[in-house]
């Protein structure tokens, strides 16, 4: 079921037909493994009772946004794990045993009992469940955003890598369709008892499956290039450290768009009911048709920046999160009507997507082939595991301080420096190691 971990032996993809068929099935796979990580943001209003009883429903939800960051510290074990792996034994065995990963974890948080069976286990199993999902996301991210690079022509190689984030709105807007789908087959108190479960099952079918269909994947040229020409030996972490700037540039490239992007997306939905007073069913729906605005403009941004260059559309992101953030979320927890609600989530989309569509790409573009994934994986799940991983619950104990508004401008102030980057930065597509 698994594939080994010696290097490829197939040849290079060099037709147009089996270069897509690779990057769809890599993307599907993509699109499962997301599926599964943010269905238990979408259903931690659902579960958190169950697995934290005491408390109102904020001091539940911070319960549960602390294992959601938790999951996060394990995401850079995961990229350094897996992108070292990827480096070694090719993009495609990576990427297979990600999401064998993810299934693990889907299937432990959909079987484990509540807190008034199991006591105390219940929560430590929803850990280690998330635990899991962490590590294999944290690989995941670099791997993929690795393998669609390489695989991409480099004239439409901002296009091509969008899927990445493409399938990551998608795999997003599923776990939001389920939940649609489950709140009008189900009664609310069937949702708070089982329903929950229901979801994480799903999670874990589907990666089966995408575990089947990443099996007929190519290997990039590049990868298979290498292992002809084998760089000279020496330690993966050593040779990237002998890149700092780029190191750097990750993080800083990533710190705003991370924060952004946790905020808009997986913490609206809480934002639109516990701030805005929305309720459940209509958060779902806002934030579905948002996260389907977000989805389109990929693919769009995508090709804007093989046609205008990488830094410009970084650009528009950095300056628009700056002065856009404070005003849309003051005007979003104001809002009464789910329009007017969804109009500032889209302005918002519109601003992330600059950021989201080409930073896979940026960031694959800036190392060479032996250290790419590594180097893509690593920093980046470092910083999305310190600020993105911590960005609900700051959101969250800000509120619960009184304090709501800090953490607008604590978002503000981040993307500011993502700004600075960006501004300082060459442009990765005239510079590309790829």
Sequence with gaps: MFVPASPPSSPPVRSAAARIRSIVSGSIGNLVEWYDWYVYSAFALYFAPSFFPQGN??????????????????????????????????RKAALLLSVLLMCGGSLLIALTPGYQRIGVAAPVLLVLARLLQGLSVGGEYGTSATYLSEMATARHRGFYSSFQYVTLLAGQLLALLVQLA??????????????????????????????????????????????????????????????????????????????????????AQKFLVNTAGFSKAEATQISFWALAVALLLQPLMGALSDRV?????????????????????????????????????????VIMSGYTSINAVVKAELFPTHIRALGVGLPYALTVAIFGGSAEYGALLAKSQGIEAAYYWYVTACAALSLLVYWRMPDTKQTSRI
């Design 182 to 267: 489950l709140q009008r087959l189900l009664t609310p108190a069937a949702l708070h008892d089982w329903g929950w479960r229901v979801p994480f099952a799903i999670g874990a079918l589907a990666a089966v499956v995408a575990l089947y269909l990443r099996r007929s994947m190519h290997e990039t040229e590049a990868f298979v290039q290498q292992t002809a020409h084998p760089a000279a030996a020496e330690s993966k972490l050593r040779a990237l450290l002998r890149h700092p700037r780029e190191l750097l540039t990750v993080v800083g490239l990533t710190l705003g768009g991370t924060i952004a992007f946790y905020t808009f997306t997986t913490y």
């Design 57 to 90: 429903l904020t001091a539940q939800l911070l319960n549960s946004a602390a294992i959601f960051a938790v999951g996060f510290l394990m995401r850079p074990l995961g990229g350094w794990l897996l992108g070292l792996y990827a480096d070694r034994h090719g």
């Design 309 to 349: 260059g990488r830094r410009p559309v970084l650009l528009f992101f950095g300056v628009g999160a700056t002065l856009g953030t404070v005003p849309l979320l003051t005007l979003l927890a104001q809002a009464r009507s789910s329009w007017a609600a969804f109009g500032l989530l889209a302005v918002a989309m």
